[in-house]
């Protein structure tokens, strides 16, 4: 039986959802979702606490988002009332916003710092880049808008690799699923790990993605190509790769000799079969290392390595850290079990 344990702070908190027309409505309806999701569970537990959220926006009423969706946003851009958290949504016409939004932007300026979070996922982080708030500050967006961001900002330390980056109350993330982890972030901030760790389970997520921009999942990265037999063949190793299995194996299955398969597999998606079997094994060992608290041993074996000495020189190489250090790092107060 699973116990979960909660910070004192339990007392519910407030949460503005900044809109404006063309805003990414896959970007809003995550954090709302995240936060949603969050109340339910800690009504479940039989806890206080939650999120009070208000849609906000220069102009209050229906906003359209950048699909056939709108948000209501019931008031226009707080001026008296206190902030909580802060999520200053993205676009992707960003630039347009910037010189459109001239009301938005000069409000970032002037609130940004009395809000206990101030945050923008993707690439409203120009909005505060525009606004100053990010010059001498490091600072993420989505990795098709970095170079743009360091280009009209040069004073902005821009990372067009980390998920997101925190400087001081001031909060910017990567791409559009990255607003998932940012919110993840805040709810096991306000409310603990293990409530964010249940949410992070029902949006079948990460509660802390490993690595960066640049280190997506073996297996998502696969998935954008791929012959259809290739496809086959990735799908049987994603069941079948916490057993021994060595390349002759891969290429009986795809019936194939090993030197074609190693050729094909190559060309298809830019790894050899078993740096891309060494990446799912690797990913299962993260997920395992961050979500519970096996032993290194245990780890191992259920992620298909041989030992954990082998996941350790793997992850070595890999990461630049041990499992122990990789876990210890990414991880924060663990679950408590009975």
């Not at 299955?253 to 799912?280: I, W």
Request: proline content about 4%; overall charge positive; charged content about 20%.
């Amino acid at each position: 039986m699973t116990r979960i344990t909660i910070p004192s702070s339990e007392h519910r908190r407030t949460v503005a959802l900044v809109v404006y027309p063309g805003f990414k409505s896959l970007e809003a309806i995550r954090v709302l979702a995240v936060l949603s999701y969050a109340d339910q569970h800690l009504r479940g537990a039989g806890l206080d606490g939650g999120y009070d959220v208000t849609i906000t926006a220069p102009v209050p009423g229906p906003v359209r988002s950048d699909t056939l969706m709108s948000l209501e946003a019931s008031a226009a851009l707080l001026e008296e009332a206190p902030l909580g958290t802060v999520f200053i949504v993205g676009a992707q016409e960003i630039e347009t916003v910037l010189t459109r939004e001239a009301l938005l932007v000069e409000w970032c300026r002037r609130r940004a710092f009395e809000a206990e979070r101030f945050s923008a996922p993707c690439t409203g982080s120009l909005i505060l880049a525009a606004a100053g708030l990010l010059d001498g500050r490091k600072a993420a967006t989505h990795w098709k808008y970095a170079a743009r961001l360091q280009n009209l900002f040069p004073k902005v330390s821009v990372d067009a690799n980390v998920i997101f980056v925190q400087d001081g109350t001031l909060w910017t993330s990567a791409g559009v699923t990255a607003a998932i982890d940012l919110a993840l972030a805040f709810v096991e901030q306000g409310f603990g790990r293990d409530i964010a760790l249940r949410v992070a389970r029902d949006m079948v997520m990460y509660l802390k993605r490993p690595g960066g921009q640049s280190q997506f999942s073996t297996m998502l990265t696969g998935q954008m190509s791929g012959s259809l037999g290739m496809r086959d063949i990735q799908t049987w190793l994603s069941m079948q790769f916490d057993q021994p299995m060595t390349l002759d194996d891969m290429a009986a299955q795809a019936k194939m000799s090993a030197r074609s398969f190693t050729r094909t597999f190559a060309a298809e998606f830019g790894v050899t079969p078993m740096a891309y079997l060494e990446g799912l094994r690797c990913d299962r060992a993260k997920t395992l290392l961050l979500d519970t608290e096996l032993p290194m041993k245990t780890v191992a074996f259920r992620s298909g390595f041989s030992s954990d000495g082998q996941m350790r020189k793997v992850f070595r190489r890999r990461f630049a850290l041990s499992p122990r250090d990789y876990r210890a790092r990414f991880k924060t107060a663990g679950m408590v079990a009975d």
